[in-house]
């Protein structure tokens, strides 16, 4: 055995790196750079330094090790409510709003990154300490690589077909493709918005998709990543180019109407593809057997 410093360095070591590895700044612009990674690599540090002491504590028979780990498992989750309060609160001011659902998940995908972070590190430290360096070393990255892994969930287009439709006018009703999106009483909008607005349809690859993207939640969030991707021609005193994505009842087909500034189709279908599939919107219906 080591003394109780290796594996306190090893699981210190692997913890921070498997936090850093979790964080990342996308299209989406969250976390903000350079002070959201501060802040998030901070709260990292401190779960990765709680488990790799935990071990070695524990080993000299100091117990009070699990008070601080029940510590900070409550810590993280004030951590999460403070996340939802900090994004929630910027909702007002966002063109097209994450949604509720949006900004909990978020949370909770925080205050999970620091137990991954807590968990790799108590590996590797664990590790180190009874079968040591090299087995620390080994355990540790693969902890490392197993909790990459679930740095991707899934996404709306792992669920539904994502594919270009056109937009028309019925009247004063829009139309993409088939779904109506919603009424457009001023000529000159409707002009606009077959000029510069695009049309993407959803269709669910089974019924368990179909219940997924009716939900208010994920719809929301749709909208909110697609304008993220491709920008958005709209002002505050521009309702009518709100993006807005509505279901067919019919057929269970969602479809997005957007102005975008970027006109690349292309980049705004990834980006309706790259939607994280929302925990909360998640739909299982029952089958029942005739």
Known sequence: MLSAWGPITMGLAVGTLTRAHLLRVDYRMYPTYPHGWVTHLALGLVAAFLGAVAVPALAAREFTAVTFLALAAQQFREVRAAERESLAALEASERVPRGADYVEGIARVFEARNYLAMLTALVASSLTHFLGLSAGLLGGGAALVLAGGLRRGKQVGDVAVVRPARLRFERSLL???????????????????????????LE???????????????????????????????????????????????????????????????????????????????????????
Do not use: W
């Open 175 to 201: 139309y993409v493709d088939d779904v109506m999106i919603m009424a457009v009483g001023l000529r000159e909008s409707r002009e606009y918005l077959l000029r510069h607005g695009r049309g993407v349809i």
């Open 204 to 290: 669910p690859r089974d019924a368990a998709a179909r219940a997924t993207l009716a939900t208010l939640g994920q719809r929301q969030a749709i909208a909110h990543d697609a304008a993220a991707a491709v920008g958005l021609r709209k002002d505050f005193g521009t309702p009518e180019f709100t993006p807005l994505v509505r279901l067919d009842l019919d057929t269970g087909r969602t479809g997005l109407c957007i102005v975008p500034t970027n006109p690349d189709i292309n980049a705004l279908l990834e980006g309706v593809r790259r939607t994280p599939l929302l925990e909360s919107s998640r739909r299982l219906p029952l089958e029942v057997g005739r």
